[in-house]
């Protein structure tokens, strides 16, 4: 899968560029990270086949 070319406006809701991270930057050697968001607890998550999956 592809993503936009910077500044393409695709999936981009504001006017400067969006803040990007490397997902194993995020998920660690663990493979998950955990989220707290309006009182909320999110689980992001790498699968087996190396995609990522968000629980609430």
């Given at each position: ?19 990007e991270?490397?997902?194993k ?32």
């Amino acid at each position: 899968m592809q993503l936009p070319a910077k500044g393409t406006g695709q999936g981009d809701t504001s006017a400067s560029t969006p803040h990007e991270v490397n997902s194993k930057e995020l998920l660690g050697n663990s493979g998950q990270l955990v989220i707290h968001h309006e009182q909320r607890r999110y689980v992001l998550r790498r699968t087996k086949n190396g995609k990522l999956i968000l629980n609430a």
